[in-house]
């Protein structure tokens, strides 16, 4: 069983930073992916930034140059460092685990960004 806990969420002002966490324990099985996804309400789960196993990243558009994906595969953790935030930020951000071997994911309870004045 794999579970994920998020961390480093919060309230932020606007042209803020916060490095939100995550934490997988369990057994996955590699190669695995690692990423993030938000929730803003009244909307769709969308993508922020995934990293390959192979270190390949990818990124919203609207985060490209103020969101930085990594990952430490040794503590199988995946972080997430926003800066420069801005109101439309706002979300619940969900850590996620694919295991292309296994073909199977796995997702975290969310953590709160709040970008507000």
């Known amino acids: 069983q794999v579970q994920l806990v998020e961390s480093g969420g919060g309230l932020v002002q606007p042209g803020g930073s916060l490095r939100l966490s995550c934490a997988a324990s369990g057994s996955i099985f590699s190669p695995y992916n690692m990423g993030w996804y938000r929730q803003a309400p009244g909307k769709q789960r969308e993508l922020v930034a995934t990293?390959?196993?192979?270190?390949?990243?990818n990124y919203a558009d609207s985060v490209k140059g103020r969101f930085t994906i990594s990952r430490d595969n040794a503590k199988k953790t995946v972080y997430l460092q926003m800066n420069s935030l801005k109101p439309e930020d706002t979300a619940v951000y969900y850590c996620?685990?694919?295991?292309?071997?296994?073909?199977?994911?796995?997702w975290g309870q969310g953590t709160q960004v709040t970008v507000s004045s």
């Open positions: 990293l390959t196993s192979g270190g390949s990243t």
């Open positions: 996620n685990v694919y295991s292309a071997r296994t073909g199977t994911g796995n």
